[in-house]
């Protein structure tokens, strides 16, 4: 399989948006929620003080900029029908204009929509620079965003932004979602196997902010608005070592599960992109876990040393996962393999972006040539993919 990649790049938000300002105004729009006693408990218990947003908190509160019944509307004509006097009927419907309305679903996500693209081109255009490639060199696009769906996708924007090449092949995914990350790279390895002349660049942007639905008041709203974070990032993958490789990729992993796909969802509503999480969803993904171990175990059964990684870039959403994969990881295993798994995690949940931002922090932090690698991740579906790869 072997497949190189280069260090990626990482765009991250660059609206600061604190764990403190979401309590603020969570408490502000639900003090009589049945969870509102334990806001600041769950707010601590994620480990996020701050994350980075496209666009600003201010923007996902705002009222929608449409008004209420309006003045010559139908409801003044039925409030006069029904005996009020025109002064009165006037009266009442001008409390009701004054009342907020939602943000539409277009004025919610076309925003982000844009601030995707702009990301996005950033992140590319940084992936190029670092593996030392131009617009032209390359062949082949993949993309993936799933909370600002568009159609042209993000493909398209970015084959006219950079631009690439005509002949250049496109490959939007917009539903990998969290699995983006891994998920692309397999198909990028898989590109450059059967031809390793190949340059494939792969572009990761989620504007995962747009859940954030302030009129939610169900409790898994609540960990939505704190646990996610906006992030563009981009690497290049070639079937032939270059001087600016990092990571050649041995082998992939697929799994899924089945009856599982209501667990964790998106869902258009007429206000927006809501995220609908459901409890028993770290349990299945803990799942994908275990079988990714297997794979490992079958995989490297025969290796003469008791084989294991150096380093485990992983995305399972959440703290209680990553406390399963180290409970149940082989005994002999080292300590520590999910430092850069946690150290990304503590400002957001970045979505199909994660495991390029866990990457260049292991990067970043040094590797030594021939330490083994393992980079998994799970999304709704659910549906898991893993590589195991050599630093180089």
Request: proline share 7%; charged share 20%; with cysteine.
């Amino acid at each position: 399989m072997a497949a190189y990649l280069c260090a990626p790049a990482v765009i991250h938000g660059e609206h600061s948006v604190k764990t403190e300002e979401i309590v603020a105004e969570v408490h502000g729009r639900h003090p009589e929620a049945a969870w509102a006693p334990r806001v600041d408990g769950i707010a601590a218990s994620t480990g996020i003080e701050t994350r980075g947003w496209m666009l600003p908190l201010e923007a996902a509160v705002a009222p929608g900029r449409g008004s209420g019944p309006g003045s010559a509307g139908p409801v003044r004509e039925a409030l006069i029908r029904e005996g009020f006097t025109e002064q009165d009927a006037d009266r009442a419907v001008a409390a009701l204009d004054a009342v907020p309305a939602p943000q539409t679903v277009q004025e919610r996500t076309a925003p982000a929509w844009e601030a995707v693209q702009s990301y996005g081109e950033r992140a590319a255009r940084g992936a190029l620079q670092i593996a030392g490639l131009d617009v032209a060199d390359v062949d082949c696009l993949i993309t993936s965003n799933s909370t600002t769906p568009a159609l042209p996708g993000l493909d398209v924007a970015l084959a006219n932004r950079l631009p690439l090449r005509g002949d250049a092949m496109l490959l939007p995914a917009t539903q990998w979602a969290c699995v983006a990350g891994t998920r692309s790279l397999a198909l990028a390895a898989d590109l450059v196997a059967a031809d390793p002349d190949r340059v494939v660049l792969v572009v990761i942007s989620e504007a995962l902010s747009t859940t954030y639905q302030p009129a939610d008041d169900t409790l898994e709203s609540l960990i939505v608005r704190l646990l996610f974070a906006d992030t563009a990032v981009a690497a290049v993958v070639t079937g032939r070592p270059r001087p600016e490789s990092v990571l050649r990729l041995d082998a992939s992993w697929h799994h899924t599960l089945p009856g599982t796909q209501d667990l964790h969802r998106l869902e258009t509503r007429a206000d927006g992109t809501h995220f609908v999480m459901d409890r028993r969803g770290p349990r299945a993904v803990q799942d994908t876990v275990t079988a990714m171990w297997e794979w490992l175990r079958v995989r490297y059964e025969d290796d003469p040393a008791a084989w294991h990684p150096d380093v485990l870039l992983a995305h399972p959403g959440g703290t209680r996962v990553l406390e399963y994969m180290e409970q149940t990881m082989p005994a002999e295993w080292p300590s520590g393999l999910l430092r850069y798994s946690r150290d990304s995690y503590t400002t957001g949940n970045r979505g199909g972006a994660a495991v390029f931002d866990i990457l260049r922090r292991a990067h970043d932090a040094g590797q030594k040539a021939g330490s083994r690698a393992v980079l998994y991740a799970a999304a709704p579906g659910l549906t898991a993919t893993a590589l195991e790869g050599e630093w180089l």
